[in-house]
C-alpha cells in the first residue's frame, strides 16, 4: 500500500516539473520521445520479421542436410546389397559340398573389407555356418537358424537385413545384410551374410559430416525394432528408443514422416529435427538440434537490431537537443512522419532531407539507418528464397533434365537423369549425348531433328534411348536452346520422362479394342484388318486364294441359358484353343461373337489344307466337353468361301459366308457348306420374300389352316393346332419353314401372330355358337358345368418368342376373347420350351398373367433341346407337345420309345396332359394309347385344312361329342 502511494507521489512530481519546464524544452522532449518511440517499433516489427525468415531457412537447410545423408546411405546400403548378390551369383553348389574351395572364393573379395568390416559369412540351408572370411572364432559351425534374416531368406526374400544387435563373435554393434545362394533351378542352397560394425564402419560414421554449418546430432534409426542403428552420440548406438508419446515428432518419423518439426526430446530439451527414410533398409536419418542453438542467430541479429536503434535514439535525441531551436519546424515535420509510420498510416520511407545541417543530418542519419535495416531483410529474403530453391531443387523434379554447351558436350545433369539412364553424373560430364542411342532411329530421323533445332531452337517428340545397362526405353523429350546477349548459342536443355508405363497402357488399350476380351482372339474389326491384308496379299501373289471359315456352335444359347455363362465362357475358351490346334501359325482365327468363330486361310490354289482343317474343327468340337463332373457335347455349323472366287472384295466374301453358315444350320446343323451360286440366289430369294411379307398380310394372301387333335381313347376330334399358310400370289403357297424365321428376324411375326390369334377365336367363337354351354351368345360353361371342366373344343395357337420381348401385352388377347363372349379356355398358348430356359423375367410374368386370365399353356417340341426339368416346376403347363422326331421311329428304336413313355409318366406324374405329334400309323398309335398318351396328332387322323373344311368336318358340337 506504501509502495502504491509512493509511485503515485513520484509520477506526480515528475509531471510537475515536466510543467516548470519551458516551451522549448518540452517540445524538444516530446519530439524525441515520440522519435524514439517509432526508431524502436520499428526495429520491433524487423525483428520479429528477421525471426521468422531465420527459422524457415535452418529448417530449410537442416532438411537439405538430412536429405544429402540420406541419399549417401541410400547408394551406400543398394552398393553393398547389390556387391552381396554379385558374390552370391559367383557361388556354385559345388562350392557349398567343399569347405577350402569355397574358402578359397569367398578370400578373392579381399577389397570387400570396406563395405563389409566384420566379413563374409556362408549359411548352409541347414542355418549352420559353413564358411567365412576372414575367420571369426567360433563363426563357422554355429547355428544361425534362429537369426531374424535367416528365415526371411529361406521364405523367397531377396535381401533381409537382420535386427542391428551385439555381435556374437566380435562383440560389437553390428548390422548383418543377407542375400540368397541359389542353384541351377533358381533354389536356395544356402545364405550369404555381410556383416559391418556399427561403431565404427563408415557406411554410419563417414557419410554423416563431422562438422557442419548446424551444430547438433545425427541418428540412424530402424523403425522396425525401434532401436537407434547408429548415431553421432556413442551412448545411444543399439539403445532403444524413448517410448511412445515422450517425443512426438520422434514417434512421427517412426510411423514413416518425412519432414521437420520442432519437440521436446526425452531430456526434456525443445529441438529442431527433420527426418528422411532410407528405402533399401526401411531406417529412418533424424537430426535433431536444440532450438537454442539453432536459433541462437536470431537472437544475436535481433540484439544488434534494437542495439543500432538505441544507438541511433541516443544520436537523434542528442542532435535534437543541440539544434532544436534552429531546426524546430523540420523536426517537428520529421517526428509527425514518424508517428505516422509507427501507426502504419503511412508505409516505411525515408525522411526528407531538410533544416539546418545538424538536423539535415539527423535526418540523413535515420535514412541510411532504414536503408541498412531495410538491406538486411531483403538480402535475408533473398537468401530465404535461394536456400528454399536450392531445398526443391535437390528434393528432385520427376523430370530428366541435361544441359551441354554449344558443342555439344554434357555440361550437367540432374539426379532423375541418373536413375534414368544409369550413368553417374561423373560418367556424362564432357560427353555428347549420342552415347544414348538405341539404333532404333534411323540417320534421317536425326537430320529431322537437328533442322528443326537449328532453325527454331526447340524440338519436341518421342525418342527410344538405351540406358547404361543395355536396356531400351521410350521418352518423350524437349530440347530448347539458351542464347546470350548476342544471340550465339549458350546452353542447350534437354528435359526427358520415362514414358515406359504410357506405352505399356496404350499396348493394352489396343489389345482390348482389338481382341476379345475372354478368348484373347481378335475381335470383327482387328479380324477385318488381318483379312484385309490376307486378300491384298492373295492379289499380289499368283495362284493363291483366301479361305474363310465362319464356325457357328450350334445350340450355344441353349447352353448359356441352362448350365450358366460361367460354364459358356469356359467351352468357348475350350473351343478357341481346339479350333486354333487345328490351323498353322499364318492362320488367322477370330472371335466374332458369343458363338461365332472366323478363320482366315491363305494358301496355294489346292483345297485339301482348306478341307482337312474343316474336318479336323468339325471333329476337335464333337469331342466331349468336360466340366467338373458333367459332360457337354456341342457341334459345329461351319460355312465356306474361297477368295476371290466366291467373292471380288471383303464385305461380299463374307456376305457370301454368312449365307453358307445359314445354309449349314438350315440343313439340319452339325455340318459344312460351301458357298455356291444357289446360295446367292435364295439369298435374294430370302431378301425378296422379305419385302413381299410386308405386304402379305395387307393384302390377304395370309390363311390359318387347322390340324385336329383327338382323343386317343376315343379318338374325338377334340382340339386343333392353328396353322399359318402364306398363299404367294407369284410363287404359290410357301413354306412355314421358309417364310416364319424371315418374319421373326424382320419383326413382322408380332403383327402377323396378333393377327392368327384373331382369326383363330374368330373359328372359336363360331364352334362355340353351336356348343351346348353357350347361352345367348355368351358361354356359360363355368355356370353350367363348373369352373373345373374342361372346354369341350379348344384351338393351339403358336405363339413366337420374338412376340413376347415386342413389348406386346397379354391383355389384348384376354380382352379380345372377352369381347367374343366365349371362354378364354377356347384358346391355348403353345410355346416352345428354349423361351422357358431363358428365364427372362418378362416370359414368367406374361405366361403368368395368360393363366391368371384363363388360358392355358402347351409346351411344343419337348425334348428336343437343352431340357430343364425344372421350368415345368416353375411354370404352370397344362400340356406337353412331344415332338414328331421321337414318334417316328418309336416303332423301331426302343430308345425313342423309351423317352415317349418316360415324357408322358413324368408329365401326368406333374399332372399335365400329353400331346403326341406326327403320329402317321396305326402301330405308332397304338404304342402311344397303350403308353397312356392323352392326345394325338398327325397325318394318320387328318392333315392341316382350310377352315371351312376344318369347321365342317367337326360338325355340330350340341350332340354327344359335345
Not at 525401434?226 to 511412445?244: C, N
Not at 528432385?396 to 555439344?408: F, K, L, M, V, W
Not at 355358337?769 to 369341350?792: E, L, N
Not at 428354349?834 to 418378362?842: F, K, V
Request: some cysteine; overall charge negative; aromatic content about 8%.
Amino acid at each position: 500500500m506504501n509502495r502504491h502511494v509512493e509511485r503515485r507521489q513520484m509520477i506526480h512530481a515528475m509531471s510537475a516539473v515536466f510543467q516548470n519546464l519551458d516551451l522549448k524544452t518540452k517540445i524538444v522532449a516530446a519530439c524525441v520521445g515520440l522519435f524514439v518511440a517509432a526508431i524502436w517499433l520499428l526495429a520491433h516489427d524487423v525483428a520479429e520479421e528477421v525471426r521468422d525468415d531465420v527459422k524457415a531457412v535452418v529448417a530449410a537447410e537442416q532438411t537439405a542436410l538430412v536429405e544429402h545423408i540420406t541419399d549417401s546411405l541410400e547408394e551406400e546400403s543398394k552398393l553393398r546389397i547389390n556387391t552381396l548378390k554379385d558374390v552370391a551369383s559367383l557361388i556354385s553348389p559345388e562350392m557349398m559340398g567343399d569347405r577350402e574351395r569355397l574358402g578359397a572364393k569367398l578370400a578373392e573379395f579381399k577389397h570387400i573389407g570396406r563395405l563389409f568390416n566384420l566379413g563374409l559369412s556362408v549359411v548352409s540351408r541347414q542355418g549352420i555356418g559353413f564358411v567365412d572370411f576372414p575367420a571369426l572364432k567360433g563363426r563357422a559351425g554355429s547355428d544361425f537358424s534362429g537369426e531374424d534374416y535367416f528365415p526371411a531368406i529361406m521364405a523367397g526374400e531377396e535381401v533381409a537385413i537382420g535386427r542391428p544387435r551385439l555381435g556374437r563373435f566380435s562383440n560389437r554393434p553390428v548390422v548383418l545384410l543377407a542375400v540368397p545362394i541359389r542353384g541351377a533351378a533358381n533354389e536356395v542352397i544356402g545364405v550369404l551374410v555381410g556383416a559391418n560394425s556399427v561403431s565404427d564402419s563408415d557406411f554410419f560414421t563417414e557419410i554423416i559430416p563431422r562438422q557442419s554449418r548446424l551444430d547438433g546430432e545425427f541418428h540412424i534409426v530402424s523403425p522396425r525394432d525401434r532401436l537407434y542403428v547408429a548415431s553421432t552420440r556413442k551412448d545411444r548406438i543399439l539403445q532403444p528408443l524413448p517410448a511412445s508419446g515422450v517425443n512426438h515428432m520422434l514417434d512421427r518419423y517412426v510411423e514413416g514422416y518425412e519432414g521437420s518439426g520442432l519437440s521436446i526430446n526425452s531430456e526434456g530439451m525443445e529441438v529442431l529435427s527433420s527426418s528422411r527414410r532410407i528405402e533399401s533398409t526401411g531406417w529412418a536419418v533424424i537430426a535433431t538440434i536444440p532450438t537454442s542453438v539453432a536459433f541462437a542467430p536470431i537472437r544475436r541479429l535481433e540484439f544488434e537490431i534494437y542495439q543500432d536503434a538505441a544507438l541511433a535514439s541516443v544520436i537523434i535525441a542528442v542532435l535534437l537537443w543541440l539544434f532544436v531551436r534552429r531546426q524546430l519546424r523540420p523536426l517537428e515535420h520529421a517526428a509527425g512522419m514518424l508517428n505516422a509510420m509507427a501507426t502504419g498510416s503511412r508505409p516505411l520511407s525515408p525522411l526528407p532531407v531538410e533544416g539546418g545541417p545538424e538536423i539535415r543530418q539527423m535526418l540523413d542519419s535515420f535514412n541510411k539507418f532504414h536503408e541498412r535495416i531495410k538491406a538486411q531483410k531483403q538480402s535475408l529474403r533473398d537468401n530465404a528464397e535461394q536456400l528454399q530453391l536450392a531445398a526443391s531443387v535437390f528434393d528432385g523434379t520427376s523430370e530428366a533434365i541435361a544441359i551441354t554447351d554449344a558443342e555439344g558436350l554434357i555440361v550437367s545433369v540432374n539426379k532423375p537423369f541418373c536413375r534414368l539412364t544409369g550413368y553417374e553424373l561423373e560418367e556424362l560430364v564432357g560427353r555428347n549425348p549420342n552415347i544414348l542411342k538405341s539404333g532404333r532411329h534411323d540417320s534421317d530421323f536425326y537430320a529431322e531433328m537437328w533442322r528443326s533445332i537449328t532453325a527454331t531452337g526447340n524440338w519436341s517428340g518421342e525418342v527410344w534411348n538405351r540406358r547404361k545397362n543395355g536396356e531400351v526405353y521410350p521418352e518423350r523429350l524437349t530440347i530448347s536452346t539458351i542464347y546470350d546477349a548476342k544471340g550465339q548459342i549458350q546452353r542447350r536443355v534437354a528435359i526427358a520422362s520415362d514414358i515406359t508405363e504410357q506405352k505399356k497402357a496404350e499396348e493394352i488399350i489396343w489389345h482390348q479394342a482389338n481382341h476379345d476380351l475372354l478368348t484373347g482372339l481378335p475381335n470383327r474389326r482387328r479380324f477385318l484388318d488381318l483379312l484385309r491384308k490376307d486378300l491384298a496379299r492373295a492379289d499380289s501373289l499368283p495362284d493363291m486364294v483366301v479361305g474363310v471359315l465362319l464356325i457357328d456352335l450350334d445350340r450355344f444359347k441353349e447352353v448359356n441359358d441352362t448350365l450358366g455363362h460361367a460354364i459358356g465362357d469356359q467351352l468357348l475358351l475350350e473351343v478357341a484353343r481346339r479350333i486354333r490346334s487345328c490351323l498353322s501359325e499364318k492362320d488367322v482365327i477370330g472371335h466374332l461373337g458369343a458363338d461365332e468363330f472366323i478363320v482366315s486361310m491363305i494358301d496355294d490354289l489346292s483345297t485339301t489344307r482348306l478341307e482337312a482343317a474343316v474336318a479336323a474343327i468339325r471333329m476337335v468340337i464333337a469331342e466331349p466337353f468336360r466340366s467338373g463332373s458333367d459332360t457337354l457335347h456341342l457341334t459345329a455349323s461351319i460355312g465356306i468361301t474361297a477368295y476371290p472366287t466366291d467373292g471380288g472384295d471383303m464385305e461380299e466374301l463374307l456376305r457370301n459366308v454368312d449365307q453358307a453358315v445359314r445354309e449349314a444350320k438350315n440343313g439340319g446343323r452339325d455340318r459344312s457348306c460351301c458357298f455356291t451360286e444357289s446360295m446367292r440366289e435364295a439369298g435374294q430369294t430370302r431378301l425378296q420374300l422379305a419385302n413381299d411379307l410386308r405386304e402379305a398380310l395387307s393384302e390377304g394372301q395370309f390363311e390359318v389352316y387347322y390340324q385336329p387333335i383327338i382323343d386317343m381313347p376315343s379318338r374325338a376330334i377334340v382340339k386343333a393346332e392353328a396353322l399359318l399358310r402364306w398363299r404367294h400370289p407369284e410363287r404359290g403357297f410357301v413354306s412355314p419353314t421358309i417364310f416364319i424365321p424371315i418374319a421373326e428376324e424382320t419383326g413382322l411375326i408380332c403383327d402377323i401372330g396378333n393377327w392368327v390369334f384373331r382369326q383363330a377365336a374368330a373359328t372359336a367363337r363360331r364352334l362355340c355358337d353351336s356348343c351346348r354351354y353357350v347361352v345367348g351368345g355368351i358361354c356359360r360353361k363355368d355356370d353350367i358345368a363348373g369352373p373345373s371342366t374342361p372346354c369341350r373344343f379348344q384351338i393351339a395357337v403358336n405363339k413366337s418368342p420374338r412376340q413376347f420381348f415386342s413389348g406386346f401385352s397379354h391383355l389384348e388377347w384376354a380382352e379380345h376373347l372377352r369381347e367374343l363372349n366365349i371362354s378364354p379356355q377356347c384358346i391355348s398358348i403353345e410355346v416352345t420350351e428354349g423361351l422357358l430356359l431363358g428365364q427372362h423375367a418378362e416370359v414368367m410374368e406374361r405366361l403368368t398373367k395368360f393363366r391368371a386370365a384363363g388360358m392355358q399353356i402347351a409346351l411344343d417340341d419337348f425334348g428336343t433341346g437343352y431340357s430343364a426339368m425344372s421350368y415345368l416346376k416353375r411354370f404352370d403347363i397344362d400340356y406337353i407337345k412331344i415332338d414328331q422326331s421321337f414318334v417316328r421311329d418309336m416303332t423301331v428304336d426302343s430308345s425313342d420309345r423309351a423317352i415317349a413313355e418316360a415324357i408322358i409318366a413324368m408329365a401326368h406324374r406333374l399332372g399335365m396332359k400329353v400331346v403326341a405329334e406326327g403320329i402317321e400309323t396305326e402301330e405308332q398309335y397304338a404304342l402311344l394309347a397303350a403308353a397312356g398318351c392323352d392326345f394325338g396328332q398327325g397325318y394318320l387322323f387328318a392333315k392341316p385344312m382350310p377352315v371351312d373344311q376344318f369347321e365342317a368336318l367337326v360338325g355340330d358340337l350340341t350332340d354327344e361329342k359335345c
